[in-house]
């Protein structure tokens, strides 16, 4: 069977700190998972791995069947993986719209060229027009990513992510600084825009892990201890260090921060 994403025995050191300790985790095609964890369990560095930016000291890392070791960041986003960060990232001085369409436009290969006019890309338009609307910033198309609320400018680091296509998108703590109200959007948002594609997101707001997770893998101490359904009751007594049972009701968790 060929997964989305897998790690076999994955290790990571950063002199003769290991942070990631064997660690293994398969996720099917189109499977939405949440890695939770206590800080410095080595979620962000999990995340880092998957993507590019470190290596892997050992163990093997795939995305759709193929090894990304040793392949930069933009070869494995050209294997069809997206991932977004804690922190926005955006053009603060360009347009909804044409933050947007430099996403499109990398993904589909378009190099400067300055005989070429980009507002002559139909192609790339129609899809930044699409994308637009998935994530519900159509209306907001002509103002600068500065001017957007807090909210928002997540909303467009969103529509980045998805822009080029990827069957695979990572969301690095996607809700961090909302409101409960903001969230519980943003949540539905995620949810609608990733229909289909295979999401993993690192996650400490445990009703945002309810709310999206189809299963939850638990990191401790740079290991997967745990990799079940919301109600599916893994559990790792010892060693979880007080983290949530998986099994415990979405009321009981909405407030839990993990």
């Known amino acids: 069977m060929s997964f989305a994403v897998e790690l076999k025995d994955v290790r990571k050191s950063f002199g003769k700190t290991e942070i990631i300790r064997g660690a293994s985790l398969s996720v099917k095609q189109g499977e939405r998972v949440a890695i939770i964890g206590p800080n410095g369990a080595g979620k962000s560095t999990l995340f880092n791995l998957i ?15 193929q090894s990304i070791l040793g392949r930069k960041p933009y070869e494995i986003n050209r294997m069809g993986l997206a991932r977004s960060f804690q922190v926005s990232n955006l053009f603060t001085r360009l347009s909804v719209f044409e933050n947007i369409r430099c996403a499109v436009l990398w993904s589909r290969g378009y190099r400067y060229s ?3 006019f980009l507002a002559d890309a139909k192609d790339a338009n129609d899809r930044t027009e699409e994308v ?9 198309r002509d103002v600068l990513a500065m001017n ?8 467009l680091e969103i529509g980045i992510t998805i822009a080029g296509g990827a069957d695979v998108i990572l969301l690095d703590e996607p809700t961090a600084g909302m409101s409960r109200s903001e969230t519980t959007r943003f949540v539905q948002l995620i949810r609608e825009v990733t229909e289909g594609k295979t999401l993993l997101t690192v996650e400490h707001d445990m009703g945002v892990v309810f709310g ?4 939850i893998a638990v990191l401790v101490y740079g290991e997967v201890i745990a990799f079940d359904t919301p109600g599916g009751g893994a559990r790792q007594p010892a060693r979880a260090g007080g983290l949530p049972r998986l099994g415990a009701g979405r009321g009981a968790a909405a407030g839990a921060h993990v």
Not at 52 to 63: K, S
Not at 148 to 155: F, I, K, V
């Open 114 to 116: 300055f005989w070429r």
């Open 132 to 140: 637009l609307k998935m994530i519900k910033l159509d209306k907001r």
């Open 148 to 155: 957007l609320t807090y909210a928002e400018q997540r909303a």
């Open 51 to 65: 993507s590019g930016r470190f290596h892997a000291t050992t163990g093997d890392i795939q995305v759709n069947g």
């Open 212 to 215: 999206l997770a189809d299963r």
